[in-house]
């Protein structure tokens, strides 16, 4: 029997990841050590007032039920947040749950896209921005991050027809994954960008905790009109450190979250009770380990970024999240190319830029996962290792 699968399965591909991950498990059958720093998984913990709420909530096994909808403890965590943190004030129905972003931000195309709709997506960007549209149909138009512009967008560079047929646009910042913070006065001609032409905007802010150098993060809803033309991810994966835990929320537009709250009705029960206990948890305890995970990812930014400085890779301090964004040396054709003879040669696994789009071609992305005293190694290795 020869089986037939979908053809929208062709964008799907293992690529470089399988790759460099079979280079590596092979360096290692060898003997060989590996500073894996490709992905972004934290290696900090929980808190154990986080951890003893799951617990304590899974002990009762009336909490092993279908939750439907968010609990009235963590409507009051999230509203509490997001007063404190940003001075936005969430209202009734203004939010819903989600199993992490990368799980929200894929299926709320389906509430917002029919096929031809077009969608503008960030290059470089994270994959699962276009992922999600792609899958509902959506034409992909890329907006170009670059160095020059600061890696910010230059709106009024989109073209006018491609700006008035856009439905939807994708923006994250700090941006993974070129490690630049946005400033407030951005935001303020994005919503007029939106309101002038009409289009939803999908923030993802997954890092506004986690920003360096005394930088403000922000959240997209502060900004006058933000609500009227879109919606904010926020997630709790990357601040409290809930990874496998996979909640976060979409919040702003009332028609937006209603809508995606309906159609999640057809496919989910909700966020699993010892989960959303956990979460009030952490949005309701003490912050201290935040601003501490903060001060630790800020002390490996600058371990790595200026000690590769000091032995002659010219790589740009972070602005936030947890990732460095560096260009690749001299004398390599592709960003793959390098990661390839890094690894060999090193031992230092990274992922190359051209995996974020073609304007990522060029650089590779470190994940700060890993202690000072390892960055340190990392430091020697890229020194001892001939690739500069």
Wanted: net charge negative; aromatic share 10%; charged share 20%.
């Amino acid at each position: 029997m020869e089986l037939q699968f979908a053809h929208r399965m062709d964008q799907f591909q293992p690529g470089i990841f399988n790759l460099l991950n079979d280079q590596k498990r092979q360096m290692e059958a060898a003997g060989r050590k590996v500073w894996d720093l490709s992905i972004g998984t934290p290696d900090f913990r929980p808190e154990p007032h986080v951890i003893q709420a799951l617990t304590e909530c899974a002990q009762d096994p009336a909490n092993w039920v279908y939750s439907l909808t968010e609990t009235q403890e963590l409507v009051r965590a999230v509203k509490g947040w997001y007063r404190r943190r940003y001075g936005v004030e969430l209202e009734d129905g203004e939010f819903l749950s989600v199993y992490g972003s990368q799980e929200g931000l894929t299926h709320i195309g389906w509430a917002l896209c029919d096929p031809g709709d077009v969608v503008l997506c960030p290059d470089p960007g994270y994959p699962i921005f276009e992922m999600g549209p792609a899958l509902c149909g959506a034409k992909i138009v890329h907006y170009d991050l670059l160095p020059q512009n600061g890696y910010l967008p230059d709106l009024e560079a989109i073209p006018e027809d491609v700006a008035r047929a856009a439905k939807m646009m994708v923006v994250s910042y700090p941006a993974n994954p070129v490690c630049v913070a946005a400033p407030r006065s951005f935001y303020e001609k994005l919503v007029d960008f939106a309101r002038t032409y009409n289009i939803i905007i999908l923030h993802d802010n997954a890092y506004s905790e986690i920003i360096y150098d005394g930088r403000e993060g922000l959240s997209f809803l502060s900004i006058p009109g933000a609500r009227e033309v879109g919606v904010e991810y926020n997630s709790l994966s990357k601040t409290y450190n809930l990874t496998g835990a996979r909640i976060s929320f979409v919040l702003g537009n009332r028609q937006i979250v209603d809508k995606f709250r309906t159609l999640r009705s057809q496919i989910d029960y909700g966020i699993f009770l010892p989960v959303q206990a956990a979460a009030a948890a952490a949005l309701n305890g003490p912050q201290d380990a935040v601003v501490r995970q903060r001060e630790a990812y800020q002390a490996r930014r600058d371990t790595l970024c200026g000690g590769l400085r000091s032995i002659g890779w010219n790589v740009p301090d972070s602005q936030g999240s947890m990732f460095v964004w560096a260009p690749i040396p001299a004398g390599y054709g592709s960003s793959e190319a390098f990661c390839f003879a890094l690894l060999e040669k090193t031992g230092v696994l990274c992922t190359p830029g051209s995996a974020f789009g073609a304007n990522g071609e060029g650089h590779v992305r470190f994940a700060l996962t890993k202690p000072v005293e390892q960055l340190r190694e990392v430091i020697r290795a890229v020194r001892d290792g001939g690739v500069l």
